[in-house]
């Protein structure tokens, strides 16, 4: 699967989840922001804003402030999902310095692709659910600390155990939250094509978001992340796993 279905060069990737972050955060945003935020000058901002314009992907007046599409939205969206997985694994998986690792999930969110994307999402999904995922980690940062002991690790790792079958599962899903509800994403369960569409979402582990409303019947459930309203079916919300922060 590719890794930028919209075809975005590098640059206008950065551009687009630029606003994507000023939109969550203050609703809008305006060149002069983007410049700052980006270290660029505003007339490098403007053919930009164009591009993206004339992709369908923001609404862009000369001058006026800036907002993102429904498919600007989406597509914003599954860039910075890549990015916060990237930069959650940098920071508490290697344990890399806050500056350098959002500059290497800067760099890398750009060749990810949907199953590199998927895969990443599984270990750190590992950590976070399996029992043993706490301990396992620990283990390797004491390995990893310890530069001049590389055998400082006793016995053997027995830490991957047969996972239950389906019927046994009996995690918290977003699906089993009532309004107003904050919790956190522990895992998207599934495979291919629904488990790609929640991940390009945002819904990525330990990402938070608030239930807002449920739909008569139950049949869609309407979620805020980051600002921004998703609705879910309900397949799709019993396919996400949850702990209460």
């Known amino acids: ?7 975005l060069s590098s640059a206008l990737e950065d551009y687009l989840e630029t606003v994507y972050q000023f939109v969550r955060d203050q609703k809008d945003a305006r060149v002069k922001d983007i410049a700052k935020a980006r270290g660029v000058r505003a007339a490098s901002v403007t053919p930009a804003m164009r591009r993206l314009a004339d992709r369908g992907l923001v609404r862009y007046i000369e001058r006026e402030y800036i907002d993102l599409t429904p498919e600007g939205e989406k597509q914003a969206r599954r860039i910075y999902a890549k990015h916060r997985l990237l ?3 940098f920071e508490r998986v290697l344990r890399m310095p806050a ?11 750009h060749s990810l692709t949907s199953a590199g994307m998927d895969h990443l999402a599984r270990f750190v999904e590992f950590l976070q659910v399996c029992p043993e995922g706490s301990q396992f980690l ?3 940062h004491q390995c990893a600390a310890v530069q001049t002991a590389p055998h400082s690790c006793s016995g053997h790792c027995e830490l991957l155990r047969k996972r239950p079958g389906k019927g ?3 995690e918290t899903t977003i699906a089993d939250l009532e309004p107003g509800t904050h919790a956190l994403v522990s895992q998207v369960h599934g495979t291919g094509d629904q488990r790609q569409k929640l991940l390009d979402m945002g819904l990525v582990p330990g ?3 608030e239930i807002e409303r449920v739909a008569p019947g139950g049949d869609t459930i309407w979620i805020r992340m980051e600002g921004f309203q998703i609705a879910l079916r309900r397949k ?3 396919a996400v796993s949850v ?3």
């Open 243 to 245: 702990h209460m922060p």
């Open 1 to 7: 699967m590719e890794a930028n279905p919209a075809g």
């Open 87 to 89: 930069t959650d694994f």
């Open 207 to 209: 990402s938070a978001f």
């Open 99 to 109: 500056a350098q690792a959002q500059e290497n999930a800067c760099a890398m969110e």
């Open 236 to 238: 799709e919300a019993t």
């Open 138 to 140: 620990d283990r390797f």
């Open 168 to 170: 046994a599962r009996s």
